[in-house]
């Protein structure tokens, strides 16, 4: 079981959500949603995200550079960018893409 420590902060998030308008179950799946996005990419930061070459050069990673150009013309085209990519900014732009959408889910229940 969790400890009333561990749960404080789920406790403050829910009632954040709820005091956005949020019903109780729409506050839960919010919570859940930005949940599953950090964990999910705290865990890509440590294992390596998809499609990017390994830092250390280990053969057993995957590098979109090395595609079929012909086979996989769209992973090919994003390749440049999968090298290039700052995860700070990227992990920021899809909190904000979930935070608009979660502005607007609270927006259309206050509508209701």
């Not at 969790?2 to 561990?6: C, F, L, Q, R, V």
């Not at 789920?10 to 506050?27: H, K």
């Given at each position: 079981m969790?400890?009333?420590?561990?749960l404080?902060p789920?406790?403050?998030?829910?009632?954040?959500?709820?005091?956005?308008?949020?019903?109780?179950?729409?506050?839960l799946?919010s919570?859940r949603?930005l949940?599953?996005?950090a964990?999910g990419?705290?865990l890509a930061?440590?294992?390596?995200?998809?499609l990017?070459?390994?830092a250390?050069?280990?053969?057993?990673?995957?590098?979109v550079?090395t595609?079929?150009?012909?086979?996989?013309?769209?992973m090919?085209?994003?390749?440049?960018?999968?090298v290039?990519?700052?995860?700070?900014?990227?992990f920021?732009?899809g909190?904000?893409?979930?935070l608009?959408?979660?502005a607007?889910?609270?927006?259309?229940s206050?509508?209701?």
């Open positions: 969790k400890s009333p420590e561990a404080a789920v406790e403050q998030m829910l009632d954040i959500l709820r005091g956005a308008g949020f019903t109780p179950e729409q506050a799946q919570f949603t949940s599953s996005y964990y990419y705290a930061e440590i294992v390596g995200f998809a990017e070459p390994s250390d050069g280990a053969a057993a990673r995957f590098d550079r595609v079929d150009p012909e086979r996989f013309p769209r090919r085209e994003v390749a440049p960018h999968v290039a990519c700052d995860h700070d900014t990227e920021e732009l909190l904000d893409i979930i608009a959408g979660l607007a889910a609270a927006s259309e206050r509508l209701r």
